[in-house]
């Protein structure tokens, strides 16, 4: 089974910085796209960022555009998202997703079971 384990949220103050991570096993990791998600209470789950699965290519939302940034360690089967100059309505659980096709467009079969970040104003 493919399990995906994120980690890194806390609680941050406003123009702050955390970076999260999520571990990957079970699975071709190489091979992968992977994604970062984040849901709000109240709102549906969103996309933030995805690296395709030779890092060759990133995209992100407008949300994070300039102040995130994904990246991945294929050696260590990891991948991360940096981000600086936190907002409050950044605040949210953030999920990992990985999908095997290796393609930026998904689909994203396997999720994390999230990691909570708070911005405080």
């Known amino acids: 089974q493919v399990q995906l384990i994120e980690s890194g949220g806390g609680l941050v103050q406003a123009g702050g910085s955390l970076r999260l991570a999520c571990a990957a096993s079970?699975?071709?990791?190489?091979?992968?796209?992977m994604a970062w998600f984040r849901q709000a209470p109240g709102k549906e789950r969103e996309f933030v960022a995805n690296?395709?699965?030779?890092?060759?290519?990133?995209t992100y939302a407008n949300s994070g555009k300039g102040r995130f940034t994904i990246s991945r360690d294929t050696a260590r089967n990891m991948v991360y998202l940096q981000m600086n100059s936190l907002k409050p309505e950044d605040t949210a659980v953030y999920y990992c997703a990985a999908g095997n096709l290796g393609l930026l467009a998904g689909p994203y079969d396997y999720w994390g079971q999230g990691t909570q970040v708070t911005v405080s104003s």
């Open positions: 690296i395709r699965w030779d890092g060759s290519f990133t």
């Open positions: 079970g699975g071709t990791f190489r091979s992968y796209a």
